[in-house]
């Protein structure tokens, strides 16, 4: 009986250990896959034949996916707030009447204010929800095939934001992370953590 109680006690105390007391620091770097200047460029692609009635199309979308690195404070127990910084190049090739006339280069990037709370927070294992939002800055490039014509420059911003469904964090000072979500990290987001 004696063996149950301090068992039962240790595997409770496991779970309620605060690895995010007030103070603690927390520094992300990682890559998300779908984030949402991605997920606008393919829309693009796939909007632009039949807005232009067939006649102008884009093919070959390719990205970097989204690079980020962000630093959170918690601001108390399990409460987490910081910042982000967020990078994402997708390059796609235009086409009018089936003919490639150049490359449409698009960069994004992403300042923002984040924050998450910690369900589950003890020194290697957590898991966490959280929200973020802020501002896309883009810079779109049309480099044409035909040197005579001249690139096309647009520079523009639109609101951003990113929902974590779920996150896990697993490790301890030093340690490996991946969230679920929507936004400007991606859908599926994984990288390294580090806490002091």
């Known amino acids: 009986m004696k063996n149950s109680i301090l068992f039962v006690t240790i595997i409770f105390g496991a779970f309620v250990v605060n690895a995010q007391e007030k103070g603690t620091s927390q520094i992300n770097v990682g890559y998300g896959m779908a984030s949402t200047p991605e997920i606008i460029d393919a829309f693009t692609e796939i909007l632009l034949y039949p807005v232009s009635l067939g006649i102008i199309s884009a093919s070959n979308l390719k990205s970097t ?18 910042a982000t910084t967020g990078f994402s190049d997708t390059t796609q090739d235009i086409s009018v009447n089936n ?12 300042f923002a204010i984040e924050s998450d709370y910690r369900y589950i927070s003890n020194p290697s294992f957590q898991i966490y929800s959280g929200l973020g939002a802020g501002i896309t800055l883009t810079k779109g490039e049309f480099d ?19 929902v974590t469904a779920l996150g ?19 859908i599926l987001s994984a990288g390294i953590s580090y806490q002091f």
């Open 144 to 162: 044409p095939n035909n040197t005579k014509e001249t690139s096309i420059h647009d520079n523009s911003s639109y609101f951003n934001y990113k």
């Open 99 to 110: 003919a490639v006339i150049g490359e449409q280069k698009n960069r994004a990037l992403t």
């Open 65 to 82: 996916g989204a690079i980020h690195i962000n630093y959170k404070s918690a601001i108390e127990n399990k409460w987490m707030l910081g």
């Open 168 to 186: 896990l964090r697993v490790g301890k000072k030093l340690a490996g992370f991946l969230e679920l979500g929507f936004g400007y990290k991606g």
